[in-house]
């Protein structure tokens, strides 16, 4: 009989095709617009090499990171009745994360994307499969104590209103929340339910004034707007400058972990910080001692190419703690 899951990710899973492009096979360069990725045009490219990652995503990749810290940690998404699907299945498996809630869509396709690395960035070139998004059934048994709900398709905009009639049915499931690019088109207007009840919000600093509407260059601001919105506590990723959190009463700015080297790969740094910031607090750790736990996650990630290689266990994340340079704490915001 499984165990009952200490924390249920909730979210997209898809296999990333890595092509490594050459540092002299393209440019980047910015304009008003943003900053972009230039390659020649009609013509054929040498690359370096190509790697494919297999179930990942940003609720897979949390998935992965809470097996990793310890947790009982299962997954709730969609895969497509194909070679892909198996895989990321049986991936799923290897990395003791429980599948019993991956569902199989007959007849549809698996997700698979492409992702240009160049240099230490990536660009992702996405498609999400439209498939028939259900809310499972879960016995007591199953019911988890959080659940961690991240990026989805732009067809699954009613299955929020599933996840949240299941949590109104389940108060006392504590609902981590890091929502995708089309979670935060659709509005919080339209998802003020999932936004409301939100134990946790995590965004970056673009992400929290764009949903929030509060001044980008206000840390404080910021903060009120999204409290607004119903989160108990909300986290801002900021860069170079690491991360703040809140609860509302007490706020916090955190330095990022030394890279031991330069990043190899930025792909997963935001879904490692997110998921071992709500880690830490399913052990009972408290906020300041989240952030000190999440950027050593993501400083590892980076090292390693695509989103799970570098996630740690929670004796290689404590010895980093150990090793940490007088200044990596946590400190009051004015």
Same mark, same amino acid.
């Given at each position: 009989m ?5 924390v ?21 360069? =910015? ?7 230039a ?15 297999e ?9 992965v990171?809470f097996?990793r ?7 709730v ?6 070679t ?7 991936a799923l ?7 019993r ?21 990536r660009?992702?070139?996405i ?5 028939d ?5 879960l ?6 104590k959080?659940?961690y709900?991240?990026?989805i398709s732009?067809h ?5 209103d599933?996840?949240?009639?299941w ?8 609902? /981590?929340?890091?929502p ?18 939100s ?6 600093? =673009? ?13 404080h ?10 989160p108990?506590i909300?986290?801002i ?31 997963? /740094? ?9 880690? /830490?607090?399913i052990k ?7 952030l000190?736990?999440? $950027?050593i ?6 090292q ?5 290689a ?5 004796? =290689? ?9 007088e200044?990596y704490? $946590?400190?009051?915001?004015?």
């Amino acid at each position: 009989m499984a165990e009952q899951p200490d924390v249920v990710s909730i979210g997209d899973i898809v296999t990333d095709a890595f092509i490594k492009l050459r540092d002299d096979q393209a440019v980047t360069y =910015e304009n008003e617009q943003g900053k972009w990725l230039a390659m020649p045009f009609g013509t054929k490219l040498p690359f370096d090499h190509a790697e494919v990652i297999e179930a990942v995503g940003n609720a897979a990749n949390a998935a992965v990171a809470f097996a990793r810290l310890g947790l009982n940690s299962a997954f709730v998404t969609n895969v497509g009745a194909d070679t892909h699907g198996r895989d990321m299945i049986k991936a799923l498996d290897k990395q003791k994360v429980d599948s019993r809630f991956v569902r199989i869509n007959p007849g549809k396709k698996s997700n698979y994307h492409y992702v240009l690395w160049y240099k230490d960035e990536r660009t992702i070139l996405i498609k999400h499969e439209e498939y028939d998004y259900h809310w499972p059934h879960l016995r007591p048994a199953e019911t988890p104590k959080w659940v961690y709900f991240s990026s989805i398709s732009e067809h699954a905009i009613e299955y929020h209103d599933q996840v949240a009639d299941w949590l109104e049915e389940n108060p006392y499931v504590k609902l /981590a929340f890091q929502p995708g690019t089309f979670q935060m088109a659709a509005g919080t207007e339209r998802l003020h339910r999932i936004y409301a009840r939100s134990e946790v919000l995590i965004l970056n600093r =673009e992400e929290a004034a764009n949903v929030g509407g509060g001044n980008h260059e206000d840390i404080h601001d910021l903060f009120n707007k999204l409290h607004a919105l119903g989160p108990r506590i909300v986290v801002i990723t900021d860069g170079p400058n690491g991360a703040y959190a809140s609860d509302g009463d007490n706020r916090f700015q955190m330095p990022l972990y030394p890279d031991p080297a330069p990043p190899v790969d930025r792909t997963g /740094a935001g879904d490692s910080f997110a998921s071992t910031f709500v880690a /830490a607090l399913i052990k009972g750790n408290t906020i300041e001692g989240a952030l000190q736990w999440a $950027p050593i996650n993501s400083m590892s990630v980076v090292q390693k190419v695509g989103a799970q290689a570098g996630l740690l266990h929670e004796k =290689e994340l404590e010895e980093f703690l150990r090793h940490s340079p007088e200044h990596y704490r $946590p400190t009051r915001l004015p």
